[in-house]
């Protein structure tokens, strides 16, 4: 049987690539603040998942300050994010994430 992987993790640059992560299979940027992220494994389903994310350089830029929004998507191994400057006005951002699950 397989482990069951109890957290996931990434960094993901303002442009949406990856800096770092575990278990991150792609991030796609869909727009201006819009981010699709992709994971190896499910988020739901047998695994109930809960996110903390922050607005967080990827490696030693300065950061920009603002806001992030979660969201899971139809796709079980999907999540969506948007950034926003500190306004709510929407803004690219690099961000860190991290996904805690439980079965």
């Not at 139809?74 to 948007?82: A, G, L, R, T, Y």
């Amino acid at each position: 049987m397989a482990k069951f992987e109890n957290r996931l993790a990434c960094v993901i640059k303002s442009d949406g690539t990856i800096a770092r992560g575990y278990m991150i299979d792609k991030c796609e940027k869909k727009g201006e603040n819009e981010y699709l992220i992709s994971w190896k494994i499910p988020l739901q389903g047998e695994a109930k998942t809960n996110f903390s994310g922050t607005i967080g350089s990827a490696l030693e830029e300065d950061v920009e300050p603002g806001f992030i929004t979660v969201g899971l998507t139809k796709d079980p191994s999907q999540m969506q994010v948007h950034t926003y400057d500190v306004t709510g006005k929407p803004a690219p951002r690099s961000f860190h994430i991290a996904c805690f699950r439980d079965e």
